[in-house]
Structures are given as C-alpha cells and as structure tokens.
C-alpha cells in the first residue's frame, strides 16, 4: 500500500477519505484496518449523512456515501466502478418498526433518522408507491425507549438495528430492502463509493490508485468475512451468529442489478418528486 510517490507534489495535502462508521462497510476497509495506514491517507469515520455533507462541502475528497446522496450530487460527484453497498433478501440494518398495519400508518407520524438519506427516501418511496400518506418527522432512533411516545412508526438503521430486539417491542418489523425486492424483482443499493469531480480531474493517478487499493481490500476482505463477522460482533456487542448473517446478507458490487436498482430508485424518487432534478450515473474511469 505504498503510495508515497503519489504525494511528493503536494507534501501537506492529505488525501481525505470517508469512511461510514457502521460495521457494514468492514469488509471494503479490511487493508486499512489490518495493515499500517498508507502515507498521505487520512480515514475520517462518521455516519452516512455526515460524510455526505462533507464530501459536498469539499471536506473530503474520496468516500462511501448514501445513494441518494450521489443522486443529489451528481452533478459534482462521480462513481467509482465495481464499489457498492447492496443485498438481496433482508438487510436486517434498515428497518421500519410499528405496531400498526402498513395501511394503519395513513396519516400516521413516522419517526426518521437524520442519519442515512437512502433509508428516508426508500420509506418515503415505498409509503408513496404504496399509496399511502403518513406524516414524516425527523428524530433519533436508537433504542426502543426513543418510539415509546405516541409514534406511528420509526426507521431504524445501522448497528442499532443490529443490537436490539425490536420484534420484542413491536408488532411489525419490516426489513426495507425486503419490500424493495418484492415491489422490483431487484436488489437495493444503499451506499456507493464517489469522488469529487474536481479532485478526479486534478489527481487521477491518486484516485486510480485508491480504488485499487479499495478493491483489492474488498477482495481480501470477503475471503477473510467470518474473521470480520466476528470481530464486529464484539465491536458493537451483538450476538456471533446474527453478524455472520448480516455480512452474508450483503454484497459489495456494481454490476448490472445495481446499476438497474440505481437507475430504478433514482426515476422513483424523481417521479414522487423526493428528487427536483433526475440524477445521471456517471462513473470515474481509471
């Protein structure tokens, strides 16, 4: 992972590269995890939404983000090729818990998180193909404890869906890409890897090196996914057997399922109007 050569023009300028600080993205970050950080990288962890905002604000310049934050982006941003977070089947991260019918949630108030822009707008995609109208609120949902007030529904995303036993606590714990995979026939993204147009275009030889770097960390990262399955199981204290079904519920590609889903979700979101303008995938060419 010696990149020093690619750093020698601009010595105090670090390569900024985001990380989502859920466990999901583990297997992607395998070589940054177990082998010494390369010279000139700089990792910033932080959920979804975060590094979203900070790669718009020019504060990285390599990340994983929401996919639908690379919709309202794309104009800035590009894709790296062969990068993504995607399942078939459940997710078993993203879920919506209630102890009302989906049809019951009709006028309802449904509890999101600020934390991944994907997890909303698929709610709000799927409630809209539905044809159903809840009312949306923004909050926190970490535990139980945070839908105990009179709420209709609440996301619940990232490793606190992971730790707790929500089916406990309600009647009706959906698994949203589940849902999606019944309405398409399709899998569902719901993070990618991009970069800024501008730095792309500034420092290609970097940005082909780093996908390279993040693809052969992928690769030794899935021959490596039940010493990975295990380690995040003590991470974020949950139980062996349920994060090795999570990690195997998940695939890191960009092949012509995902790339139909995006296509999919993005003229969804664009025809409800969640979207003002229709994104187009363009991707970084090595």
Same mark, same amino acid.
């Not at 390599?62 to 590009?78: G, K, L, N, P």
């Not at 996908?211 to 021959?223: A, H, Q, W």
């Not at 090795?244 to 590609?253: D, G, I, L, V």
């Given at each position: ?15 900024? @590269?985001?990380? $989502? ?21 700089? $990792? ?8 979203? &905002? ?20 794309? +104009? ?8 993504? @977070? ?9 879920? *919506? ?49 945070? *839908? ?26 959906? +698994? ?7 309405? &398409? ?27 390279? @770097? ?59 109007? $969640? ?5 187009? *995938? ?5």
């Amino acid at each position: 992972m010696n990149t020093n050569h690619l750093f020698s023009d601009d010595i105090n300028q670090k390569l900024r @590269i985001g990380r $989502i600080s859920y466990i999901n993205v583990d297997p992607v970050y395998y070589l940054f995890d177990h082998e010494p950080m390369p010279d000139g990288f700089q $990792i910033i962890s932080s959920p979804p939404a975060v590094l979203n &905002t900070m790669l718009s604000i020019e504060e990285l310049d390599i990340s994983s983000v929401s996919t639908s934050a690379f919709a309202r982006h794309s +104009d800035q941003w590009m894709l790296l090729p062969d990068l993504s @977070i995607a399942c078939f089947g459940k997710v078993l991260s993203v879920l *919506l818990v209630s102890n009302q019918s989906f049809e019951g949630l009709q006028s309802q108030s449904v509890l999101l998180t600020d934390e991944s822009a994907t997890a909303v707008d698929l709610v709000k995609l799927i409630f809209a193909l539905k044809g159903i109208s809840p009312v949306f609120k923004k909050g926190k949902v970490k535990s139980p404890e945070d *839908l105990t007030d009179p709420v209709g529904a609440g996301l619940v995303i990232g490793d606190a869906a992971l730790k707790h036993k929500w089916e406990d606590h309600f009647e009706h714990v959906w +698994d949203l890409c589940e849902i999606w995979n019944q309405m &398409t026939g399709l899998p569902f993204v719901f993070g990618v890897w991009a970069v800024r147009k501008s730095y792309a275009s500034k420092y290609p030889e970097r940005v082909s090196r780093v996908l390279e @770097i993040l693809k052969k960390s992928k690769r030794d990262g899935l021959r490596n996914i039940s010493y990975i399955a295990r380690e995040s199981a003590g991470k974020i204290g949950i139980d062996p057997d349920l994060s090795a079904r999570y990690f195997n519920s998940m695939y890191y590609n960009m092949s012509t399922p995902e790339l139909k889903c995006l296509n999919v979700f993005f003229d969804g979101l664009y025809s409800e109007k $969640i979207l003002n303008e229709k994104p187009e *995938l363009n991707f970084f060419n090595q």
